[in-house]
């Protein structure tokens, strides 16, 4: 209809400046008067690689993976890249399917969170897609990753408790399976053994895998004999379990740090203090290296970054915190 080539439609499309006024118009009119849109399926076959990277995570609800993959989606809108993203759940026989539907589709790369035990089988994948693994390190693959210092934050945060005076701290965490919870009990045991204190195995609750399983955790540890003057909860999601089952059995004396913060946790009575993963910036790291590895697959890069975290005190480690709003700093 506008009496040019494909080749030269494609110019126009992509707004290429090697293009007549004139050629530009006529095109411009058959694309309004036919109602065109490009083919992005043909792109893909043509080029073969999608423009558009995968994102694939646990839960995206999880306020940490929002966060996240909102990072990685701005990264990704600066370069004119797509993103699909998807949720794995937390079952080991979700991650496979999940990610190897999104690398069927020939992107560009992808961004993951290893649930299950083994990613060997992504092997076959690599030499073609970049890949690069968030929050947890893969297993069975060498491949990028991007983590946070778990083993540190946890130490910190429980030393934390015990220079508030607390000698007996709880761990409330999901399954040792995933390599996060495993990282940061070793920081919590770090710290109980550095203090001179043991560590005692009835102070750890773990299968803590929903906020409801880590309320009931949290009340069969304070009706215990003995029970912990603190408890140092392994993520958010624990977290959101734990807050509202320290305020209904009235127990205000109990310490409370977690690893990672959420939304209103400033707000809380006491405020919460967390240890600040900071996921915007995981995320943002790790698509930078994403790209890097698209743009440049032969460019050698050290295949691990491991990031700092941030202790934030706020006001719920000190003995009573719980009994009035913001009692102590701590």
């Known amino acids: 209809m506008a009496g040019v080539s494909a080749k030269t439609v494609s110019r ?33 076959f043509r080029s073969g690689s999608d423009n558009a990277i995968g994102v694939a995570v646990p839960d995206i609800s999880d306020p940490f993976f929002a966060a996240l993959t909102h990072a990685v989606e701005t990264v990704a809108r600066a370069r004119g890249t797509a993103v699909i993203v998807t949720s794995l759940g937390d079952h080991d026989a979700g991650e496979r399917p999940g990610l190897e539907a999104l690398l069927g589709r020939r992107l560009a790369g992808l961004i993951a969170t290893p649930i299950s035990q083994d990613q060997s089988y992504l092997n076959r994948w690599l030499a073609r897609t970049p890949v690069v693994f968030v ?17 540190g934050g946890a130490r910190e945060a429980t030393a ?18 995933i390599a996060t919870t495993a990282r940061r009990l070793k920081g919590y045991q770090e710290a109980l053994v550095g203090a ?38 392994s993520n958010a999601r624990c977290s959101l ?12 004396d109990v310490g409370l740090i977690s690893f990672g913060d959420f939304p209103l946790a400033a707000s809380l009575r006491p405020p919460l203090t967390v240890v600040d993963q900071d996921p915007a910036r995981v995320g943002q790291v790790a698509a930078t290296r994403l790209f890097e590895r698209i743009d440049r697959p032969e460019r050698r890069l050290r295949r691990q970054l491991v990031l700092p975290v941030a202790l934030v005190p ?7 915190a719980h009994d009035e709003v913001g009692s102590r700093p701590a």
Do not use: M, W
């Open 314 to 320: 706020r006001g719920s480690c000190s003995a009573g």
């Open 196 to 233: 001179g204190i043991p560590v005692e195995p009835r102070l750890v609750a773990l299968e803590a895998d929903t906020g409801r399983t880590s309320g009931e955790l949290t009340v069969h540890l304070l009706e215990s004999v003995d029970p912990p003057t603190a408890i140092f909860s």
């Open 135 to 151: 929050d947890r390190p893969p297993r069975g693959i060498k491949a990028d990753s991007v983590i946070e210092d778990d083993v």
């Open 241 to 252: 379990g734990i807050v509202p089952a320290l305020q209904g059995i009235d127990r205000g």
């Open 160 to 177: 934390h408790l015990l220079g508030h005076g607390h000698r007996r701290v709880a761990f409330i965490g999901d399954s040792l399976g």
């Open 12 to 44: 126009v499309l992509r707004n290429d400046r090697y293009v007549s006024d004139e050629v530009r118009l006529r095109v411009e009119r058959a694309v309004a008067e036919l109602e065109y849109v490009p083919n992005a399926l043909a792109r893909t």
